[in-house]
T-cell receptor, first 111, second 115 residues
Framework: DVKVTQSSRYLVKRTGEKVFLECVQD?????MFWYRQDPGLGLRLIYF???????EKGDIPEGYSVSREKKERFSLILESASTNQTSMYLC??????????FGAGSRLTVL | AQSVTQLGSHVSVSEGALVLLRCNYS??????LFWYVQYPNQGLQLLLK??????LVKGINGFEAEFKKSETSFHLTKPSAHMSDAAEYFC?????????????FGKGTTLSVSS
């Protein structure tokens, strides 16, 4: 089974801090994704990457950046965290059969 | 462009009753459709998917969904609800663009099951 691991389950940061959310998958998938999940809004796509060093903006990229230096690792970066970025962040990896496998999520609180 | 609409943010059923969660999609290409489930404090896991083969798709835990092109629907059903089915359910459609493939999700439906 594909495993997608998000290194931090819970984070508490202060406004203005730089935040790194790390995600690693173990199945050599080319496509990886970062979603944000908020109550009543479902999952919204922030960024995705279809290859090393390649990235595409999703629906809500403002305030975020990403890094894909190695195929297995896809990082989400909040350059200057704000309170409206308090949310659950979900990383996912896409198989050739178009199935997304999700990590357990990283719940970020920005004070 | 592709999009998904889930009708009803909350659905409540009694244990043993029929579960029906509604999903309508919009897609400019033949759609690939998915249902995912999220249990409390966990990530999402795939329940089932439709990829242009049989229109009635069976998934895990007794769930199934029927693709109806004429109605642009992909509703999720289960004949008899269990307490363990209480979770949030998301419908998704594959979106294709020049860069690649992504999944677009609906806003989710929370299923409550009472004894």
């Amino acid at each position: 089974d594909v495993k997608v691991t998000q290194s931090s389950r819970y984070l508490v940061k202060r406004t203005g801090e730089k935040v790194f959310l790390e995600c690693v998958q173990d199945m050599d998938h080319e496509n990886m994704f970062w979603y944000r999940q908020d109550p009543g809004l479902g999952l919204r796509l922030i960024y995705f990457s279809y290859d090393v060093k390649m990235k595409e903006k999703g629906d809500i990229p403002e305030g975020y950046s990403v890094s894909r230096e190695k195929k297995e690792r896809f990082s989400l970066i909040l350059e200057s965290a704000s309170t409206n970025q308090t949310s659950m962040y979900l990383c996912a990896s896409l198989s050739g059969a178009n199935v997304l496998t999700f990590g357990a999520g990283s719940r970020l609180t920005v004070l | 462009a592709q999009s998904v609409t889930q009708l009803g943010s909350h659905v409540s059923v009694s244990e043993g009753a029929l579960v029906l969660l509604r999903c309508n999609y919009s897609s400019s290409v033949p759609p690939y459709l998915f249902w995912y489930v999220q249990y409390p404090n966990q990530g999402l896991q795939l329940l089932l998917k439709y990829t242009s083969a049989a229109t009635l798709v069976k998934g895990i835990n007794g769930f199934e969904a029927e693709f109806k092109k004429s109605e642009t629907s992909f509703h999720l059903t289960k004949p008899s609800a269990h307490m363990s089915d209480a979770a949030e359910y998301f419908c998704a459609v594959r979106a294709l663009n020049q860069a690649g493939t992504a999944l677009i999700f609906g806003k989710g439906t929370t299923l409550s099951v009472s004894s």
